[in-house]
């Protein structure tokens, strides 16, 4: 395998990773606000906005998931059902127009980054600077631009379903036949 596409699929076991960590950490917070709220009866208006704070991150970066495993709007079945020239036109237009779109999301979002000087008021003693927030976008940039660095394969699947899932857990049918059956 292309020492590119092994880097786009071990970024995208990461951001995978991350998200996943993100999403157990904002349900971790919330819970905790909500057990403390059912003991005490007083709110910890915090959490919540805490939990908040991961959420453009989560949402970014699960774009950058959705893309690698072509869950994009690539539209398969009506590009699939064009003649082969169409559709590696139209394929190559998706990776043109999806590279320059994270090109924009990368130069904007370190602009907005740099730019990013407030602080986001979590609490009396809990602040968060926008920067962090704001990193989200320049960061999904990045990582689109890595992924398209596979080329137009990106958007023509995988030829081999173990390309999409290396490094990942194989699966498991959790069906088990019945004894004597």
Not at 13 to 40: D, E, H, K, R, W
Not at 41 to 61: K, N
Not at 64 to 85: C, D, I, Q, Y
Request: with cysteine; aromatic share 6%.
């Amino acid at each position: 395998m292309p020492v590119l596409k092994r880097l786009s699929n071990r970024i995208n076991l990461l951001v995978t990773a991350l998200c996943a960590a993100l999403l157990v950490t904002m349900l971790g917070i919330s819970f905790s606000g909500a057990i403390y709220q059912a003991v005490t009866g007083d709110a910890l208006a915090w959490t919540y906005s805490l939990a908040r704070q991961f959420l453009p991150w989560v949402a970014l970066l699960s774009i950058t998931v959705a893309f690698k495993n072509g869950e994009h709007v690539a539209m398969a079945m009506v590009v699939n059902a064009l003649p082969s020239r169409i559709r590696v036109a139209i394929e190559w237009v998706i990776v043109a127009s999806t590279g320059l779109f994270a090109l924009l999301l990368t130069i904007a979002g370190l602009q907005f980054t740099f730019e990013s000087s407030q602080l986001v008021m979590i609490s009396d003693k809990i602040q968060i600077s926008q920067s962090w927030i704001a990193a989200s976008v320049p960061t999904t940039g990045i990582i689109l631009l890595v992924h398209l660095l596979t080329g137009r394969a990106l958007v023509e699947g995988p030829k081999d379903l173990s390309e999409t899932t290396e490094g990942m857990a194989p699966e498991v049918d959790h069906i088990t036949p019945e004894r004597g059956a």
